[in-house]
């Protein structure tokens, strides 16, 4: 039976697999109820048995009425035995939660004895070990068995028996009932992860959104409360089922948007099967309490009279607050999957097995190009825009969201702030500013931002402002209708309890929110929003405020205004004042690292500095500070460093009119990549610098980096993309990457020079000529370096960077790195040997990649063919080679890809296909032969060269044997070995292709059948290339040697005559040396004298 069922593909083996299972599910059922001697567990086996194979069975046919009967008649007697209630571990285990929940002892007693010693968690943990499996069987064994009410009761209250005396139930702690609780949850999530149990058992009535919102809300207010600690577990659990039901919502709403065909003529056909199931959306209200609730964790519950001496408690929660406020803001599909991948991710504290699934939602199908080509155009067009009303339908109802959300009768962006101003925890609180940034990115319009944001930055009047803009006074052209605040409401009411720091914290975040998701509202909040008009004063009471978390804010401000060109100069009179110092020697690495990144913007913003060594190399020493400073710290009288001291020296030295990490060394990254671009910064880094007065045991800028690189999680981590960045840039050339801007542009990099140099005057051109000079990177500097880079296991960090990284933009950066690097042939064996070929193989974007992921893809791609050109095959394992070919012929069929990467690809299969049988085998089995020919017309004369040699490395294999046989293919060959005089290298490689095929009897028949046979001859005996010579004169011995019509056809075309004229012309020695041949020519013309002897013997 296994045997059969390994090959499903077959409807034949289907139909006879069909009937084993359900002869044998019969006899099981026959079995459990005639056999007298069997006992209970006994008979449980085999109805557990016979529906594993009815299941089995259905599953690859599910019209079989016999099969879905029987599976009925199980489950009846399943649910008959033992009084009633079910004997399956499933049901044994909701039978004694439920006995123990409402005191019923029936249900307890007709368990089995063992299982009655077993408590709740380990009841609970029973199912969570059935759904591990993933099958949606036991998903719906749960709910039919009435799972969600009961698991709801026990997420709500726990298990408390009414039996235990009270002195009992005093001993049951809570930390013995949360966990209950949590485990209910996750069962409850791992089961809705099946879109089939929703629809059935978890409905808007049986899982109603509210009563996990009411969850989160009382264990909250339990945070706050100092008799009681609420539970993070349970309530991060409850937001990981809403975040569930989102998505599942949204699988729904878009399969039923694309579930109607579309005919030829381009109407939509009605699906009334799929569009008449209703599923309801998660409410509004209970997502906004959830998230509300959450990120007041710890605090009173009552944003508007917190104070700056309480804090935000377990950052757990706000962080689950955040995974779930992106799936329900989500504006497109790709965010939507990304949040349920964070909140479902395996180090998220709600993971376990029983959390099955990520959930993520199946995307609905995009047309790839090949489904295009076989739609009629009118199918296309109304696929194209019911795919564009649907983004559009998305994007509304995102927008609605975020204005129900962040509007102040939610008062969800005053949560958002004030957990940020409360908490201690810096990352924290720079992904809460990085997600109100997301949300008002989403607004298109400027003024309808401001209009959302003015109360909350204490702006009485929006349009302030207005008249610095180029559109002054133009009105609001977006769809998000956004009601204007009541400005004759008395402000000082709603502020009145709050404390005056914390309100400025919460300004104060916000404009770095905004500088950071939409700059040029920040830029206004900043000058004019903020507290009308007074935003850089409040900025400085936050400098100046001596709380830590205050100046964090005010740091990470700085920061995010020195990346805005229209903020950047309203930090003049900071950097004028010096008020930057304090932030600069703050005890606290956070509060230095974010002052130091303003201080590198700016000065790099500045052309004077930006250009100047000297204050480049200190902008690059306080980097490496930031690098070690979470390792070593710096103390409160350290502060005056001279890292810090040059930070303050550049800081002042700055013109008067003038990323978005979180952590010191995040920070570092940040500073080092705007500085990388510098030649003498990456020869610094390459050889070992360390700043001025470094302790001796002090790792190099280089070694440090690697070692944050080598980490673990490191691809995880923010400061991934800035690495990768790095690794990237310091194994190029800013020429490189100039002629790299100008692929695909109507002109080249040399022709736009000259078009600019047309506008310069010599004065300007002998500047530019110098600082060129100053700045130049020759191809010579940039090998020595990724030489360098290799012996410094760059490559290892790039690969530990890879394995942790889901994010498409570093993964580019990471990949493109790795194929600059193998550019140098000197350093691929090390590459290999530290997994770089291993990770590019294992890299998997699914059946239909996007755009990006297909970029991804070809950058991989690209580096395992630059890894292979010169690698000896022998010394890779036998999966390497193999799995080498495949991606390889990808490339060579990617029309995207560059003519560079297809002969880089060519060249590399031509490396294995020569290696072996096996790797022959397995280019044919990739049906490699079919890609390599049609490459053999590429516009590109070396790309012509290299899939000919590629093919030619294929003989003397059975399937390019027949493939050179058929009489179309083998008039191309002989077409391009005449082909000399346009590309030389390609008709030696055809001649050289015929010369090792013609030892194969049927082809030799087959050569000389070609009507271009005699033409081919004569015209190659006839070229003067020596090396074609030799490989015709090889070409017609072989013939010869064969015989019959063969040797006929040679004699025809005057072969022997031409062989003994060339050998009295050329068989003097003396006479040869008047060419003044090369060895290598000297060489050749030896070998086509002996041949020509040879054929001249043969034919005697």
């Given at each position: ?56 069975l259905l599953s690859f046919d599910a019209n079989n009425k016999e099969a879905a009967a029987l599976l009925r008649a199980v489950r009846t007697l399943h649910g008959n035995m033992g009084g009633g209630l079910g004997r399956s571990r499933i049901s044994r285990a909701l039978d004694l939660l439920r006995g123990r929940m409402t005191n019923d002892t029936n249900n307890t007693i007709a368990s089995r004895d063992g299982d009655k010693d077993m ?757 890779l394992t036998v999966s390497q080679r193999s799995g080498s070919i495949g991606p390889l012929l990808k490339l060579v069929k990617d029309n995207d890809a560059t003519d560079l990467m297809h002969f880089e690809a060519l060249l590399s299969l031509t490396n294995l296909a020569g290696f072996s049988d096996e790797t022959k085998n397995r280019v044919v089995a990739q049906k490699g032969i079919p890609t390599l020919s049609y490459a053999m017309f ?163």
């Amino acid at each position: 039976l296994d045997l059969v069922g390994s090959d499903s593909s077959s409807s034949n083996n289907n139909n006879l697999r069909g009937k084993v299972l359900y002869r044998r599910a019969k006899a099981l059922v026959t079995t459990s109820q005639t056999n007298i001697h069997s006992t209970d567990d006994d008979k449980e086996e085999n109805l557990n048995a016979a529906a594993k194979d009815l299941l089995q069975l259905l599953s690859f046919d599910a019209n079989n009425k016999e099969a879905a009967a029987l599976l009925r008649a199980v489950r009846t007697l399943h649910g008959n035995m033992g009084g009633g209630l079910g004997r399956s571990r499933i049901s044994r285990a909701l039978d004694l939660l439920r006995g123990r929940m409402t005191n019923d002892t029936n249900n307890t007693i007709a368990s089995r004895d063992g299982d009655k010693d077993m408590d709740n968690l380990t009841c609970l943990r029973v199912l969570q070990g059935s759904l591990a499996e993933e099958s949606s069987s036991y998903a719906d064994e749960i709910g039919r068995r009435g799972g969600v009410p009961l698991l709801l009761q026990i997420a709500r209250r726990g298990i408390v028996s009414q039996s235990d005396s009270k002195k009992q139930q005093q001993q049951q702690q809570q930390s013995d009932i949360d966990p209950c609780r949590t485990a209910s949850i996750h069962i409850l999530s791992a089961c809705c992860s099946h879109d089939s149990f929703i629809l059935k058992y978890a409905g808007r009535d049986s899982l109603p959104p509210s009563v996990l919102a009411q969850i989160v809300e009382e264990e909250a207010s339990s945070s706050s409360n100092n008799s009681k600690e609420g539970s993070v577990d349970v309530s991060v659990a409850a937001m990981a089922l809403l975040i569930r039901l989102i998505v599942h919502w949204d699988n729904r709403e878009a399969t039923r948007y694309f579930a109607s065909k579309i005919k030829e003529d381009g109407t939509v056909e009605d699906n009334v099967v799929v569009r008449a199931i209703d599923v309801p959306e998660v409410d509004a209200s209970s997502v906004c309490r959830v998230a509300i609730a959450a990120f007041l964790w710890g605090s009173n519950g009552n944003a508007t009279t917190t104070t700056t001496t309480t804090t935000i408690g377990d950052s757990r929660a706000p962080r689950a607050a955040l995974d779930l406020l992106s799936a329900w803001t989500a504006s497109d599909l790709e965010a939507l999957d990304a949040a349920s991948d964070a909140c479902y991710a395996p180090s998220s504290s709600s993971s376990s097995s029983a959390s099955g699934s990520s959930g993520k939602k199946q995307s609905y199908n995009k047309l790839r190009p090949e489904e295009t080509r076989n739609m009629k155009p009118r199918q296309v067009a109304a696929h194209r825009k019911r795919e564009h009303e649907y983004k559009l339908n998305t994007m509304k109802r995102a927008l609605q969201h975020i204005h129900t959300f962040c509007s102040e009768e939610t008062g969800g962006l005053d949560a958002m702030l004030t957990c940020a101003a409360k908490t201690d925890d810096h990352r924290l609180r720079r992904e809460l500013g990085l997600q109100i940034g997301r949300l008002v990115s989403v607004i298109e319009e400027s003024d309808d931002v401001k209009k959302l944001v003015s109360k909350a930055l204490g702006c009485s009047n929006w349009k302030i402002g207005h008249e610095d803009d180029n559109e002054a006074g133009a009105t609001s052209l977006s769809t998000l209708t956004i009601e204007e605040l009541d400005e004759e409401k008395d402000d000082d009411n709603s502020d009145g309890n709050e404390d005056e720091l914390l309100v400025k914290m919460k300004r104060g975040q916000l404009t770095a929110s905004l500088l950071l998701g939409k700059s040029d509202v920040g830029a206004w909040a900043l000058k004019h929003g903020w507290s009308d008009e007074n935003g850089v004063d409040e900025l400085k009471q936050l400098i100046f405020s001596n709380d830590s978390r205050a100046m964090s804010i005010a740091s990470e401000l700085v920061s995010a205004a020195s990346s805005v060109e229209k903020s950047r100069p309203l930090l003049a009179t900071l950097v004028q004042e010096g008020t930057l110092e304090d932030l600069l020697i703050h005890p606290n690495a956070d509060v230095r690292s974010g002052a130091a990144s303003c201080a590198a913007k700016i000065g790099l913003a500045s052309k004077a500095l930006s250009e100047d060594d000297g204050e480049v190399m200190a902008l690059f020493d306080i980097a490496i500070e930031l690098l070690f400073e979470e390792d070593e710290g710096i103390n409160e009288g350290d502060g005056k460093s001279n890292s810090k001291q040059k930070a303050l020296e550049i800081s002042k030295s700055l013109p008067r009119s003038v990323s978005s990490e979180s952590t010191s060394m995040d920070r570092g990254i940040e500073v080092m990549t705007y500085i990388v671009s510098k030649t003498f910064v990456k020869e610094k880094i390459v050889a070992g610098y360390k700043p001025a007065g470094s302790p001796p045991d002090r790792k190099s800028a280089l070694e440090r980096i690697v070692e944050i690189g080598c980490a673990p999680n490191s691809g995880d981590a923010q400061m991934a993309f800035g690495l990768a960045g790095i690794f990237n840039l310091l194994a190029v050339s800013m020429e490189t990457l100039r002629k790299e801007a100008f692929i695909g542009k109507e002109i080249t990099k040399e022709q736009y020079d000259q078009l600019q140099a047309l506008g310069k005057t010599e004065e300007e051109k002998d500047i530019e000529a110098k600082k060129d000079a100053k700045e130049e990177d020759t191809p010579a500097a940039v090998r020595e370096r990724i030489r360098k880079l290799a012996n410094a296991n760059v490559p290892r960090a790039m690969v530990k960077l890879l394995e942790g990284s889901a994010s498409d933009s570093t993964q580019e950066k990471l990949f493109e790195g790795m194929g600059r690097m193998a550019s140098e042939q000197s350093v691929r064996g090390i590459m290999i040997q530290q997994g770089c070929l291993t990770t590019c193989l294992q890299l998997d974007k699914g059946e239909k990649p996007n755009e990006a992921e297909q970029k991804i893809l070809r950058q991989a791609r690209s580096c395992i063919a630059k890894l292979l050109v010169t690698t000896n095959p022998s010394i890779l394992t036998v999966s390497q080679r193999s799995g080498s070919i495949g991606p390889l012929l990808k490339l060579v069929k990617d029309n995207d890809a560059t003519d560079l990467m297809h002969f880089e690809a060519l060249l590399s299969l031509t490396n294995l296909a020569g290696f072996s049988d096996e790797t022959k085998n397995r280019v044919v089995a990739q049906k490699g032969i079919p890609t390599l020919s049609y490459a053999m017309f590429s516009e590109h004369e070396m790309v012509r060269q290299a899939a000919t040699e590629a093919l030619l490395n294929m003989i003397p294999h059975p399937t390019m044997m027949e493939y050179l046989k058929k009489e179309d293919n083998l008039k191309v060959w002989v077409a391009f070995a005449l082909d000399y005089e346009a590309n030389f290298a390609c008709a030696r490689a055809a001649v050289g292709c015929l010369a090792m095929a013609v030892p194969d009897p049927e082809f030799a028949d087959a050569l000389v059948a070609c009507p271009k046979f005699g033409e081919l001859v004569r015209t190659l005996l006839e070229c003067g290339q020596l090396e074609l010579m030799h490989r015709v004169f090889a070409v017609v011995a072989s013939l010869i040697e064969h015989g019959g019509k063969c040797r006929e056809a040679v004699i025809s075309t005057g072969t022997g005559s031409f062989c003994k004229a060339y050998l009295e012309s050329y068989h003097d020695e003396r006479k040869v040396k008047e060419f003044n041949f090369t060895p290598a020519e000297r060489g050749s013309l030896a070998a086509t004298l002996s041949l020509a002897k040879e054929i001249v013997k043969l034919l005697s």
